[in-house]
């Protein structure tokens, strides 16, 4: 399955970040069943020219490059936090310079952490019409983590843990599964 990308992108500027970790995890059982090469990004790695750029050409090479990262992708995994019932306005900037049709068709896994229950409906509330502008495939299930589902930023919750197992598992309908046997010898 070598060739195919999938890019993970948290909305998060902090480090450690629950969120980076969601992401991560996410990405890593897709590539082991799928056999994706990943990679994963936070805003951190954006860097600070993404806060002073208006357009997509105002971004210095780092930041240019996990956009185009993103946009190339087959498929992404993203992920929020919660900020006020939505997501944070930096990673909202980011989103806005992708092109509309850079998006379009890809399938995408959403996911977003909060510190409780009170913010679980942001992933359909908040990102599954913002990807839905992008006329993106957001896959039917969607991640939510709060704080509880973690053990010093790793996820540790077995509810979590199937329900990340089920939204993988909705990447069958884009792309084949890898054979154990093949995912051991990668």
Do not use: C
């Not at 902090?14 to 994706?36: E, M």
């Not at 589902?149 to 077995?158: R, T």
């Amino acid at each position: 399955m070598a060739g195919f990308k999938l890019v993970g992108i948290a909305g998060s500027f902090n480090r450690p970040s629950k969120t980076l970790a969601l992401v991560r995890h996410i990405a890593d059982l897709a590539s082991a069943q799928y056999g994706f090469s990943t990679t994963t990004y936070d805003l951190h790695d954006v860097g600070p020219s993404l806060g002073s750029a208006l357009w997509r050409k105002d971004l210095d090479d780092q930041a240019a490059k996990v956009i185009d990262d993103i946009v190339r992708a087959d498929a992404l995994v993203v992920g929020s936090p919660t900020y006020k019932g939505s997501y944070p306005g930096l990673f909202k900037h980011l989103i806005d310079l992708v092109e509309p049709h850079e998006l379009r068709g890809k399938p995408i896994i959403i996911a977003a952490t909060g510190g409780g229950d009170r913010h679980a409906l942001m992933v359909e509330h908040q990102l599954r019409p913002l990807f839905g502008f992008f006329m993106a495939h957001t896959l039917p299930t969607a991640v939510y983590a709060s704080d509880r589902d973690f053990s010093d930023y790793a996820v540790s919750s077995e509810q979590l843990s199937k329900r990340i197992g089920d939204v993988v598992g909705e990447l069958a309908a884009f792309f084949p599964r890898i054979s154990p046997a093949l995912a051991a010898a990668e």
